[in-house]
């Protein structure tokens, strides 16, 4: 008898996939780790540079350069191969070298150019799901101020709100395809609560968090430096519980 196994695998991938009909959703517990800096070059890594796309385009940049260099100035020889493979890696090492530099002397430190005290950001940066982009967790944010006046007070309540309308259009679009979908999806847009004008709520990714430090240094800080004593301290608190949410891809066949 004829060996059909490779008929059978031809079948197997003819057959039409099922359409996705909600988001894929894992939850669980993530585990705060103690002990680690978290103004470390990872944390910097994860919410600074994205993963892996700059060190692909300065590749696919000096592959492009290649044909070019070779038209004006050469012909093709192996010393002119190896140039060119010297001249993408050149690209990669002074790419990785700036980084850390930006890393060295504008991320390092970055708590010490506040004008308030900043409670639990090692919290937000110290757990075993930091790593993960699509793991979202339940994060509050409570601002302590020693001003009595008005427009001050709500001068912060607007640098809350800008900071949350912002935050909310970092979540990536829901599937609601399915009538049980809105029940997969546990995260939390954010808003700033009834019971306090200066505290917000909402769930928040490694892309949020960075969000949070930008706006930490620039409109509250600002805020800070030009009315004293308008923001006494921040305090950043996180649920160790979290949600994977799956971005959610429509596709159609052919």
């Known amino acids: 008898m004829a060996n059909k196994s490779f008929l059978h695998k031809l079948i197997r991938k003819a057959k039409p996939k099922q359409p996705k009909t909600h988001l894929a959703n894992r939850k ?5 780790l103690r002990g680690l ?15 892996g796309n700059l060190p ?4 696919m940049a000096g592959l492009f350069a290649i044909p070019i260099y070779w038209t004006l100035y050469g012909s093709w020889t192996w010393a002119f ?18 980084i850390y530099l930006h890393y060295l002397f ?6 010490q150019h506040l004008k308030f005290s900043l409670d639990g950001w090692e919290k937000l940066v110290n757990h075993d799901k930091f790593y993960c982009d699509l793991c979202w967790h339940h994060t509050t944010i409570k601002i ?15 640098a809350l709100k800008i900071f949350c309308d912002k935050a909310n259009k970092r979540f990536y679009t829901r599937d609601q395809s399915a009538d049980d979908a809105p029940l997969f999806d546990l995260r939390k847009e954010w808003t700033i609560t009834n019971h306090s004008p200066l505290t917000a709520e909402g769930s928040s990714t490694p892309e949020i968090i960075n969000l949070l430090r930008r706006h930490l240094l620039g409109n509250f800080n600002t ?8 923001i006494d301290q921040i305090s950043l608190e996180i649920s160790n519980q979290y949600q994977e949410v799956d971005i959610y891809i429509e596709t159609s066949g052919a």
């Open 28 to 32: 669980g517990t993530s585990k705060f």
């Open 37 to 51: 800096d978290p103004e470390r070059y990872y944390v910097y890594r994860r919410l600074i540079v994205s993963s």
């Open 56 to 59: 692909a385009i300065l590749i």
């Open 81 to 98: 191969l190896i140039q060119s493979i010297l001249i993408v890696l050149g690209l990669i090492a002074t790419f990785h070298l700036l």
């Open 106 to 111: 504008f991320f390092r430190n970055w708590r």
């Open 144 to 158: 302590s101020s020693l001003s009595i006046d008005p427009e001050e007070l709500k001068g912060l309540e607007a």
């Open 223 to 230: 805020l800070a430096k030009t009315c004293p004593g308008l």
